[in-house]
């Protein structure tokens, strides 16, 4: 299982970026695909899942700006960041997510400048 995210950056508060996790090794229609991120010195925390069939939910810090999608045919979930703020600022980490198994990719830092 590979997971490969990238689209990271430096970037002012109020701006966009978007995420891309592109996922091999698995079948990927049948794996939900999350994504997390990890501030210096906090723990991980959730921050948006996208089911097998589509339905979405987000945490509560992130609901109305961000945005996760996914793309079946090039195994690639994404997210788009709108409005961000310095408290945004972390390393985002995708997850595919089976039953009681799940997969990390590598992370990708996102910093929001203010």
């Known amino acids: 299982v590979q997971l490969q995210a990238s689209g990271g950056g430096l970037v002012q508060a109020g701006r966009s970026l978007r995420l891309s996790c592109v996922a091999s090794?698995?079948?990927?229609?049948?794996?939900?695909m999350a994504w997390y991120r990890q501030a210096p010195g906090k723990q991980r925390e959730w921050v948006a899942r996208?089911?097998?069939?589509?339905?979405?939910s987000y945490a509560d810090s992130v609901k109305d700006r961000f945005t996760i999608s996914r793309d079946y045919a090039g195994s690639t979930v994404y997210l788009q960041m709108n409005s961000l703020k310095p408290e945004d600022t972390a390393v985002y980490y995708c997850?595919?997510?089976?039953?009681?198994?799940?997969?990390w990719g590598q992370g990708t830092q996102v910093t929001v400048s203010s």
């Open positions: 996208i089911y097998g069939g589509g339905t979405t």
């Open positions: 997850r595919a997510l089976r039953g009681i198994t799940s997969s």
């Open positions: 090794g698995i079948f990927f229609s049948l794996n939900d």
